[in-house]
């Protein structure tokens, strides 16, 4: 088995060669920016070395903010969304379809403008247009975990300018999920996925036990929002929807009305989102019970997870371009969520082995995609295979390692 010291000598030699290289024309898939133009940065954690973090550091950033660069190529003003012509399922994120992408979209934006936009392009300009064109779907959505994921936006938002509306927004988002959402069905807590009622699962739940510690460790006078996510993670524990092996189970199907079948899909997003909201409750209630069972949730999720292609979801018969197009980001969600967790864990092995599979990820990406603007689902294969996948959503996926890595420098 690689050491963890190997990896880490990997991913630096790696970052080294990439901060050496002269890359190739501006293309869809060369980045055409010297890496000389780094950011001035010191690491408040890290774990590549003594003598290499600040260089890690840089790169890190260079590589994340040039990401940004060309999601930003694809942002559209006039509806504050994105779109990406060369979607690999195009009905799911041109023409403003895919409304929890641009969430997601929206969030890495405002992390940009809050660790990596000294010294780049200012996109300041834009978070307030995103936020006036999506803020009434924000509180009406179809989908209650679409909501939550702009709600997540609207707290970066608000970490990254310190405008109160961008909080108060993501309050209206939690405060419209518990009251169009509240189900008693599948056991008294928690909420549905959708406003039809079909389901009652683990992402639409795990996002509100996350929003709504976020706000709560922001500003929660009465305790609202500590006790919307204490009494969601309660309904959650206790719902069956955590399986004995440790993984996180999808849904429950609900038929007229009725708690129905157990749905036990297992995917990376469902394993990841539950991690940062249970470090949100350690840090709010300093009750180490949350932190231990999101160790335990980690562990198993890289086991089932993590193969030598690197972390993916399930695809099937060995053609990534099969899965469905949600699926290019569950992993990306995971990975930003493990490095909130290794950020923040009472385990130090725990800490050395979430630190380990993200270095391994980044070194699986460095080698195969080092030098491109738009990264393949796939890390461990070169973004221009005709065996991988590549859009807009596989491309923040990659965008959500970055910062995964960057949150165990504390960003």
Known sequence: MISLKSIILLCCFSLFLVSCSILGPNSRFHEGKSPSNFLSSTPKNSFFGQNLPNDTVKILLYKFANGI???MTLYQNETGSWSDP??????S???GAGFWFWGNAAHLLADYQKFASEGRQDYSWALD???EKNKVEMVTADSFDDEAWWGLAMIHFYQATNNVTYLNQAKSIVDDMVTRGKQTVCGDGGIYWDEAHTQVGSIANELLISLSSKVALIDDPDGTYKNIAINAWAWFLNSDLLASNGLVLDHYAVTDGKCGELI????TYNSGVILSGLVDLYQLTKDESYLDRANVLALTAIKRFTSERGINDDYPQGNPKAIAEDAFLFKGVFVENLGYLAL????NTVRLELQA???TQLGLVLNSQGSVSEYGYVWSLDAASSNNAVDVITHMTTLYLFEGLLHLYGY
């Open 344 to 347: 923040h864990t009472n385990n």
């Open 69 to 71: 660069d060309f999601l």
């Open 264 to 267: 036990d899909w297992t995917f």
């Open 86 to 91: 060369g979607c690999v399922k195009p009905e």
């Open 129 to 131: 247009i995103i936020y």
């Open 357 to 359: 599979i993200l270095a």
């Open 93 to 95: 994120c041109i023409n």
